[in-house]
């Protein structure tokens, strides 16, 4: 049975940093690629970070792009999500999810119907 759990999330003043990670189990974790999405109250869920299996290919939504970096630690199954200058507008429910993926990120990586797998979500709020 495929699990995968976040933590990290948490309120911070804008300006600040959080780091979210999001631990999986039940999985070959190496050959699936990993993404974070971002759902906020009466909005759709939207692409934030993804990264494939051997952590070579990497992607980011344009509104985060150099505050926010993905990664992930192979040896312990464990993606992250760190969150520089964080704005009010990033206060979000903030999703990982995973699909395997025979190299790179395959296609549609920002895509949340590319994805098999889903956790339940941390909540991450910035305050003005």
């Known amino acids: 049975q495929v699990q995968l759990v976040e933590s990290g999330g948490g309120l911070v003043q804008a300006g600040g940093s959080l780091r979210p990670s999001c631990a999986a189990s039940?999985?070959?974790?190496?050959?699936?690629?990993l993404g974070w999405f971002r759902q906020a109250p009466g909005k759709e869920r939207e692409f934030v970070a993804a990264?494939?299996?051997?952590?070579?290919?990497?992607d980011a939504a344009d509104s985060v792009k150099g505050r926010f970096t993905i990664s992930r630690d192979n040896a312990k199954t464990t993606v992250y999500l760190q969150m520089n200058s964080l704005k009010p507008e990033d206060t979000a429910v903030y999703y990982c999810?995973?699909?395997?993926?025979?190299?790179?990120?395959?296609?549609?990586?920002?895509?949340?119907?590319?994805?098999?797998?889903w956790g339940q979500g941390t909540q991450v709020t910035v305050s003005s």
């Open positions: 039940g999985l070959t974790f190496s050959s699936h690629a």
């Open positions: 999810a995973a699909r395997r993926v025979q190299g790179g990120l395959g296609s549609r990586w920002s895509s949340d119907q590319y994805y098999n797998y």
């Open positions: 990264i494939s299996g051997g952590g070579g290919s990497l």
